[in-house]
């Protein structure tokens, strides 16, 4: 009679660790809509309830690391059971790390110049969208466990990296053109550093994705523009 209880109990523990992942990658979701929002929007109080949102994910993270220390120490996964715990382990940091990045454009936000026009930020909300896009798809890759899903998200990356090489030319041609637009320009290069950025911890999510589905790495070539990485660095 024991065996069944204690089955019982392990297999809510797994559903429990597989919500909490997925409570992060939503609410991540929702932190950077709000923080591009805030930007677009030049909304402080938005921008400020990002800021002090933060501490939500981590608090997530912590019950995820909790959660998965007692799975292994009582109930020593093997095979499946054992990718599912350490992948989800390893897709918490990413998706804490992602919730940083929307921390950070929220703060750039507050401090882009006051009389910056809209115009000057329309290739940024471009890039928000298709970050946004990457980020949903591979929260619903997590979710339904959808293998091809995953792929398709993972080799999407590079149209991002490809994206944010684009835009950081752009500003920086207009900061050359219009030295009235560093300011501005120098805190739209780091939130376009920290929308790649996303996008680099979505695809990490996807081969984490793969590898807990199939048990192998995903096969070829990591998509990745070496340019994207030589033009700026992220906060």
Do not use: C, F, H
């Given at each position: 009679m024991s065996t069944p209880h204690t089955m019982s109990v392990y297999?809510?523990?797994l559903t429990r660790l597989n919500d909490l992942v997925l409570g992060m990658g939503l609410?991540?979701?929702?932190?950077?809509?709000?923080?591009?929002?805030?930007?677009?929007r030049r909304d402080s109080a938005l921008a400020a309830s990002v800021i002090a949102g933060d501490i939500?994910?981590?608090?997530?993270?912590?019950?995820?690391?909790?959660?998965?220390?007692?799975?292994?120490?009582?109930?020593?996964?093997?095979?499946?059971?054992?990718r599912q715990v350490t992948c989800a382990f390893k897709a918490a940091v990413h998706f804490e790390?992602?919730?940083?990045?929307?921390?950070?454009?929220?703060?750039?936000?507050?401090v882009m110049p006051s009389d910056l026009s809209a115009a000057s930020l329309l290739p940024t909300p471009l890039m928000g969208e298709l970050t946004l896009k990457m980020l949903r798809d591979t929260v619903r890759a997590y979710r339904e466990n959808d293998l091809n899903l995953a792929v398709e998200t993972w080799g999407s990356d590079e149209a991002l990296d490809a994206l944010?090489?684009?835009?950081?030319?752009?500003?920086?041609?207009?900061?050359?053109?219009?030295p009235r637009t560093i300011d501005a320009g120098t805190h739209l290069m780091f939130i376009a550093k920290n929308l790649e950025r996303v996008g680099d911890h979505a695809t990490d999510i996807c081969e984490l994705i793969y590898f807990r589905i199939s048990g192998n790495r995903l096969p070829g070539q990591r998509p990745k523009s070496d340019s994207v990485l030589q033009t700026t660095t992220a906060d």
């Open positions: 297999d809510r523990e609410y991540g979701i929702s932190q950077l809509e709000r923080a591009m929002s805030a930007l677009e939500r994910e981590d608090t997530l993270e912590t019950e995820v690391d909790d959660l998965v220390v007692r799975i292994i120490a009582l109930r020593q996964p093997t095979a499946s059971d054992l790390r992602i919730g940083d990045y929307a921390v950070n454009i929220a703060k750039r936000s507050l944010t090489t684009t835009l950081l030319r752009a500003i920086v041609t207009s900061m050359k053109d219009d």
